[in-house]
């Protein structure tokens, strides 16, 4: 499968942002979507995740109550909703795709990636 992320840009502290990640084939609903993102000089950090079905979601400590992750497997499309954006969010956002069930918020279980959009969150 091949992922496209999309829907970065620049934003004030307290804004909203919506990331979408549009997954090539005919196989994007029996996979694992994750959102990851790596801000400049760190490791790229686990997000949020949702289940094959969408019926299942989790999310990092820091995001939690923030932001919400869902998906349209209609549309072959994942989405990040974030709200109330903190400069601390600023990074790299990358959607990846996991070929097993099981929902897991490490980086090495993720078997696909897409390219990366830039989010900023300015004070």
């Known amino acids: 499968v091949q992922l496209q992320a999309s829907g970065g840009g620049l934003v004030q502290a307290g804004g909203s942002l919506r990331l979408s990640c549009a997954a090539s084939?005919?196989?994007?609903?029996?996979?694992?979507m994750g959102w990851f993102r790596q801000a400049p000089g760190k490791e790229r950090e686990f997000v949020a995740a949702i289940s094959v079905s969408g019926g299942s979601t989790y999310y990092s400590d820091s995001v939690k109550g923030r932001f919400t992750i869902s998906r349209d497997n209609a549309k072959n499309t994942l989405y990040l909703q974030m709200n109330s954006l903190k400069p601390e969010d600023t990074a790299v956002y990358f959607c990846?795709?996991?070929?097993?069930?099981?929902?897991?918020?490490?980086?090495?279980?993720?078997?696909?990636w897409g390219q990366g959009t830039q989010v900023t969150v300015s004070s």
């Open positions: 990846a795709a996991d070929r097993s069930t099981v929902v897991y918020t490490t980086t090495v279980f993720y078997d696909y």
């Open positions: 084939g005919r196989t994007f609903s029996s996979y694992t």
